[in-house]
């Protein structure tokens, strides 16, 4: 199967954490990735995770990646403005292709 | 380096028209992949190409096609356009496309079909 799963909506305060979720279903991805896509824009590439890792940090980024549960989360430390936006988890394999999720849209509150 | 780039961004046409799209990947790669982006079905994988050779086409009627040239540059074709055709298309490159599948996208050219 190629069904990624993510929630639709997050809503955080600006300052504070911010965690997405993500659930995939092929056991074969080696790959899974976070991308941002901002208003009018294509998709920034934030970061990725090879599947035989469980985490991940990238500055003010955390990938969490549980394999036997294929659950996959991506956390923003110090959430501001500017990461308000729409972000997808994605899943690739060796087959040339990702496979994305429906997206997340996270709205930063004051 | 310059990144992924999409020429036109914008485009108006009407149904029955064909629209031909064109992308240049990032320099030294040679993976360039086509995704389709709509509300109702979010990101969908068109087709990939590598070394002009289509590795992969994802689940779309034959109206649908693409070529790659010897540069890596890549255009994509839709012939005879209907109104769900009307959507974001992304662009995508990578040094080579497979395991590491690392795509970095281009901005995307917006069509409208009416």
Redesign the interface.
């Known amino acids: 199967g190629e069904d990624v799963e993510q929630s639709l909506f997050l809503s955080v305060r600006e300052g504070d954490s911010s965690v997405i979720n993500c659930t995939y279903t092929d056991s074969s991805s080696?790959?899974l990735?976070w991308?941002k896509q901002e208003p009018g824009?294509?998709?920034?590439?934030l970061t990725?995770i090879f599947s035989n890792m469980d985490m991940k940090q990238d500055q003010r980024l955390t990938v969490l990646l549980n394999k036997k549960d294929k659950h996959l989360s991506l956390r923003i430390a110090d959430t501001q403005t500017g990461d308000s936006a729409i972000y997808?988890c994605?899943e690739?394999r060796?087959?040339?292709?990702?496979?994305?999720?429906?997206?997340t849209t996270v709205t930063v509150r004051a | 380096k310059a990144g992924?780039t999409q020429t036109p961004r914008y485009l108006i046409k009407t149904r029955g028209q064909q629209v031909t799209l064109s992308c240049s990947p990032i320099s030294g790669h040679r993976?360039v992949?086509w995704?389709q982006q709509t509300p109702g079905q979010?990101?969908q994988?068109l087709f990939?190409y590598?070394s002009e050779t289509q590795?992969?086409k994802?689940n779309f009627p034959g109206r649908f096609s693409g070529r790659q040239f010897s540069n890596s540059r890549s255009e994509m074709n839709v012939s005879t356009l209907e109104l769900g055709d009307s959507a974001l298309y992304?662009c995508?490159s990578s040094l080579a496309?497979?395991?590491?599948?690392?795509?970095?996208?281009?901005?995307?050219t917006r069509l409208t079909v009416t």
Do not use: C, H, I, W
Not at chain 1, 41 to 45: D, E, K, P, R, V
């Open positions: 080696t790959y990735y991308y824009a294509g998709l920034q590439l990725y997808f994605a690739g060796n087959d040339y292709k990702l496979s994305f999720g429906a997206g | 992924v993976s992949s995704y979010g990101l994988f990939e590598f590795r992969n994802g992304l995508a496309g497979t395991g590491m599948n690392e795509q970095y996208f281009g901005p995307g």
